[in-house]
């Protein structure tokens, strides 16, 4: 039964992935047949981000009430109809409206599915869980240009993701029975009946760094990965195709580093992979932003800034239950979630403005900031934590 419901998780954690690269995919075929400027994919962008900041701020009193298998089944049910309204809708209003349930959706699938495997499983299957959310996100790309080089439109391309969701919609509801055993048979499952308020999340010490750690994680992935292309077009003068591939091979990074990371995690420990892949990323973006005539170690800091990023995220969510108590974690978490959201959302486009008015140049810097909010406030948090562990 353990092992029936790890796959479920992992194949959850695919569906995870799945939405999300969609829209950008299909956005070069939508946005001329829906008759609107291409800048509005921003708008979608937004409400969806907006959808997930409100339910992963929620996920404690939902999860709490109903258990994470059951937010589960219906955030996916979620999804999978709004990918479906996604496919039916011949408007860019209607697509707004179908975004909200889309969100609402994503971020308490989020947060209960990354709370339930930091309590229930090994830091390894954290790490390995995060890669198939890059499986996820990969394929639906894929999904999508299929669509459209066969001819069937990006309408089929949501709509074949969202029955694809659908399947697992109705796997999950059949899965209910073993998410509840689990949560038996495991003592560390136990957690308090009320829900903590945001007042009482942020009384809680150590919690506002690691939130400034998660928002700084995710705005440094989120803009390394949007703005690579152009940095390396624009500013290293690199051809678009090479400039493309790199950027590609930025995300694949991610990918494979926590398919590896997964092999070393339980050895190391979340503390340790956090900063040992800091260190990492560090020297990829003094490697992106050397002064050097030749592009090798710019493309090469590339890869390396994904390879040092893979451990960070999936050891932050498994190490909430250790550093805040297993009582806090689901809340903690749900707040962690939205924090990262809005750091993905947020930073991306200002460093755009930056680039705009200023030079694309700062693109190592701004990552840099970053990268340095990250070591300050979890060492912050490191110190926390061993003064109550010596008490």
């Not at 969510?317 to 974690?329: D, K, L, M, Q, R």
Request: aromatic share 12%; charged share 10%.
């Amino acid at each position: 039964m353990y092992s029936i419901l790890l796959m479920i998780i992992y194949i959850a954690f695919i569906s995870l992935g799945l939405p999300d690269s969609l829209l950008g995919s299909a956005w070069p075929a939508m946005y001329g047949q829906l008759e609107v400027p291409i800048s509005y994919a921003g708008i979608i962008t937004m409400i969806i981000a907006g959808g997930t900041v409100v339910s992963s701020l929620l996920s404690d009193r939902i999860t709490r009430r109903l258990g994470a298998g059951l937010v589960t089944a219906i955030s996916v049910l979620m999804t999978a109809v709004a990918l479906f309204g996604f496919s039916v809708s011949k408007s860019f209003i209607l697509l707004c409206l179908w975004a909200i349930p889309y969100g609402i959706g994503a971020g308490a699938v989020d947060a209960a599915l990354n709370n339930y495997v930091a309590l229930h499983y090994a830091s390894r299957h954290m790490s390995w869980l995060h890669c198939f959310w890059g499986v996820g996100a990969a394929l639906s790309p894929y999904i999508m240009g299929y669509s459209l080089t066969r001819g069937l439109g990006w309408s089929n391309g949501y709509r074949l993701v969202s029955i694809i969701q659908i399947v697992l919609t109705a796997v999950l509801f059949l899965s209910l029975p073993l998410w509840k055993r689990k949560s038996n048979n495991d003592k560390g499952a136990k957690t308090h009946t009320r829900a903590l308020s945001l007042s009482e999340i942020f009384r809680i010490r150590g919690v506002k760094f690691v939130l400034i750690t998660f928002f700084s994680y995710c705005a440094l992935e989120a803009t390394a990965g949007l703005w690579a292309s152009s940095y390396l077009v624009e500013f290293r003068h690199i051809d678009t195709e090479t400039a493309a591939r790199f950027a590609s091979l930025f995300y694949l990074g991610i990918t494979f580093g926590r398919f590896i990371s997964g092999f070393i995690s339980d050895k190391f420990g979340d503390k340790s992979l956090i900063r040992y892949g800091l260190i990492v990323v560090l020297f990829g973006i003094v490697l992106v932003g050397l002064p050097t005539s030749s592009s090798i170690t710019t493309l090469a800091g590339l890869v390396i800034i994904g390879l040092g990023c893979a451990p960070i995220y999936p050891s932050i969510i498994h190490a909430t239950p250790f550093n805040f108590g297993e009582n806090n974690s689901q809340a903690i978490i749900g707040v962690q979630m939205a924090s990262a959201y809005i750091g993905t959302t947020l930073m991306p486009p200002i460093f755009g403005f930056i680039a705009d008015k200023i030079n694309i140049g700062l693109y190592p810097i701004y990552l840099i900031i970053f990268a340095a909010l990250m070591i300050i406030m979890s060492e912050r948090l490191n110190a926390i934590i061993k003064a109550r562990e010596s008490l």
